[in-house]
């Protein structure tokens, strides 16, 4: 006989509740199983590919132990390019060289995040015989985001792990056809909108100048390689400063065009489809001539056939080339995030410079910064509350590195609209962001975007009042320490501005922080004296010796101007340290 349990009618349903907890946990833990397993896979693919970098790089220096790697490290690219295409220099040995010196650098401060072993392949392919391009023979590294063929663009979730991308970028492909060899990819912050440079897959990148502090980003892992001279030349994605702040906190050059005018094609954003705040893609370097022939062998044929939405403007040599005087607006504060001592004197030294040398200075004044960056940027970055930006994290392992903007992505208008009310007095910027990331209606994004697109024209007006040529502003600065890019999202106002008017925009390097700025850094209160102030004077501390740079602007599709300005920067600058 069989016998049977039977439940009393009253415990049913809680029996029921139970065991659908109970499947939900175990559906769940199953789930994180699956994606820490993800992550194992991802760090062991990485492991893989340092030990080939290894490998690779003890074997040539076995089969050719007289090859001097440090003189090949030395040269800047302009020459390095020349060598190559002469043939006094070998292609096999440029790339081994590198190759030896990223896999230093990424031990010291973790920037890679794949070797890309098939240009091995590609640097015996390019050895045969025919008409090399401008870039031929380079290694080149390519920050994660930006889609190499067989790999994975992770931009640091775990849900994109194993995932590699069918095609290379556009961007990748002129790259290659330029002779370029395309030989590691770089680590990024965690959906790509941070300053700092950090994921559960890959880890912390660290600043090679000092390690604790951060590198910037997103493109941090490109900044920390170039800087540290494992790359002669990268190339990232500029949102909000991306490109600019890690080569601003490692003392390095980078260049970001007009949004256009670089193919974006083949490149994963943090916020796709997110049009308000203009994305670019850009090099970084060492020193400015390299970013002008980067962006010489980029503005090809190829580039204007691969991307039919790029406008066919090939890189204007005349106006690069050019030695007649500039007429040049600079200001030293955005009176929203207020610069510190060294930002402000390396302004003021550098216009000086400018000055002695010839050129027109004219003080330009901002008008109404926190409307660009309330009612325009954050709107626009969170059109829709910040939801779609939640809903990449949902199913993520780690969401640390981005307390604030996960909450406010997933607290309802309603809350939003009242804690707005309730700091409004008391901390004015936090009421602004709370009241900038409610959600818009379709009607409420086309006015956005009508907005945006005045305040541009109205910048632009005040720019030809002035009859200026280009701009000269500070860019954030010295290096944070690790972990506070999560805390002050706010203080990207100097780059992030040229974004939304999608403006060309490079940083230079100019001096680094002194004794005395440190000392007047004491009486550093912020324009505001709110926490995000307090912090960021705390960031600031303990910064002697890091460096600092400057911002040059120019209109829209007139980089060549940009990078002429750029180079009369680095020139003053460098003719004054020989002075020294």
């Not at 990232?236 to 490692?250: E, N, Q, V």
Request: with cysteine; glycine share 8%.
């Amino acid at each position: 006989m069989v016998s049977t349990t039977w439940v009393p009618l009253p415990f049913l349903p809680t029996l029921l509740c139970c065991s659908a907890a109970s499947l939900l946990l175990l559906v769940r833990w199953r789930r994180r199983r699956g994606l820490w397993k993800k992550v194992k896979e991802a760090r062991q693919r990485h492991d893989r590919g340092l030990a080939r970098m290894e490998k690779v790089a003890l074997g040539f220096r076995k089969q050719h132990p007289s090859v001097d790697t440090v003189s090949i490290l030395s040269l800047p690219l302009p020459e390095l390019t020349r060598k190559l295409r002469d043939g006094s220099l070998s292609p096999e040995h440029v790339f081994y060289a590198y190759v030896g010196k990223a896999l230093q650098i990424t031990r010291e401060t973790n920037c890679i995040t794949d070797y890309l072993q098939e240009s091995e392949t590609q640097l015996q392919r390019d050895a045969q015989p025919g008409q090399p391009g401008l870039l031929y023979g380079v290694p080149v590294s390519i920050k994660d985001s930006i889609n190499c063929q067989g790999y994975d663009s992770t931009i640091g979730f775990v849900s994109n792990i194993n995932n590699p991308v069918a095609e290379d970028s556009v961007l990748v492909q002129v790259l290659k056809r330029q002779g370029a060899i395309p030989f590691v990819k770089t680590n990024v912050p965690q959906s790509l909108i941070s300053y700092d440079c950090e994921n559960l897959i890959f880890g912390q990148t660290f600043n090679p100048v000092l390690y604790t502090r951060t590198p910037g980003g997103s493109s941090g892992g490109e900044g920390a390689l170039v800087a540290a001279g494992g790359s002669v030349l990268g190339f990232g994605t500029d949102l909000g400063g991306s490109l600019r702040l890690p080569a601003a906190f490692c003392g390095i050059c980078a260049f970001k065009p007009t949004g256009k005018r670089l193919s974006k094609k083949g490149v994963t954003s943090g916020i796709p489809g997110q049009k308000s705040v203009v994305a670019a893609v850009g090099p970084m370097a060492k020193d400015v001539e390299s970013l002008a022939l980067s962006m010489r062998a980029l503005l090809c044929e190829d580039m204007f056939s691969l991307d039919s939405t790029v406008p066919p403007l090939p890189f204007k040599e005349e106006v690069y080339s050019s030695t007649q005087p500039l007429r040049i607006g600079y200001y030293e504060t955005d009176f929203f995030t207020m610069p510190s001592p060294a930002m402000r004197r390396a302004v003021r030294e550098t216009k000086q410079l400018l000055e002695d040398a010839g050129h027109t200075l004219v003080p330009f004044k901002l008008d109404n910064i926190n409307h660009f960056i309330f009612n325009l940027c954050v709107r626009g970055l969170f059109a829709d509350g910040g939801a779609s930006f939640f809903r990449k994290f949902e199913e993520e392992l780690d969401r640390s590195g981005m307390g604030l903007l996960l909450w406010l992505s997933r607290t309802p208008d309603w809350l939003k609209t009242l804690l707005s009310w309730i700091t409004k007095r008391f901390m004015p910027r936090l009421s602004s962001v709370l009241r900038s990331m409610r959600v818009n209606t379709v009607e409420d994004l086309w006015s956005l975007h009508h907005e945006i697109e005045e305040s541009r024209y109205k910048f632009i007006a005040q720019w030809k009042k002035l009859n200026l040529d280009v701009m000269l502003c500070p860019i954030l600065g010295p290096a944070l320490p690790v972990g506070y890019p999560g805390k002050l999202s706010v203080a990207v106002s100097y780059t992030i501005l040229y974004n939304c008017l999608d403006f060309p925009a490079g940083v230079v390097p100019v001096t680094t922080v002194t004794d005395e700025d440190e000392e007047e850094l004491k009486g550093y209160k912020g324009h505001f004296q709110d926490w995000w102030d307090r912090i960021l004077a705390k960031g600031f501390r303990g910064s002697v010796g890091l460096p600092i740079a400057v911002q040059c602007v120019a209109l829209p599709w007139q980089e060549e101007l940009c990078l002429r300005f750029m180079r009369e920067v680095e020139k003053l600058t460098q003719e004054k340290h020989k002075l020294l």
